[in-house]
């Protein structure tokens, strides 16, 4: 289900969390900023059995850390973005990217061992 372009983020925000109760039993915690305050968070305990928890952003900086190891990770999408396929999102399914994504790690792999 693609949603339009000009949608907001709160409004787009309870599609997503329906597809996320159709794919996953119960999360332990939902955590949002403080965007997300108001019916969204009363909606997603009705219907779904949610609690969400907003998080202010002072709160941000001492909750979320950044990784050790994130610059692999970035790193990584930076080889990925070599590629002319994986540049932009050409692909119409999950499947044909990921797919698109392993042929690029196997070939950055094979070049390696030459």
Not at 19 to 40: M, N, Q, S
Request: aromatic residues 10%; contains cysteine.
């Amino acid at each position: 289900m693609a949603l339009p372009i000009g949608i907001q983020g709160k409004v787009g925000a309870g599609a997503l969390l329906i597809r996320l109760f159709i794919h996953f039993e119960c999360p332990k915690a939902l955590f949002v900023d403080g965007g997300y305050t108001g019916t969204l968070i009363e909606w997603a305990l009705s219907m779904l059995g949610w609690n969400m928890q907003v998080i202010k952003r002072f709160q941000q900086r001492i909750c979320m850390r950044i990784a050790p190891s994130g610059w692999i990770v970035k790193r990584v999408f930076a080889w990925l973005n070599h590629a002319r396929r994986l540049s932009k999102n050409y692909e119409i399914t999950a499947p044909s990217a990921e797919t698109f994504v392993k042929i690029i790690c196997i070939q950055r792999m094979v070049r390696l061992l030459k």
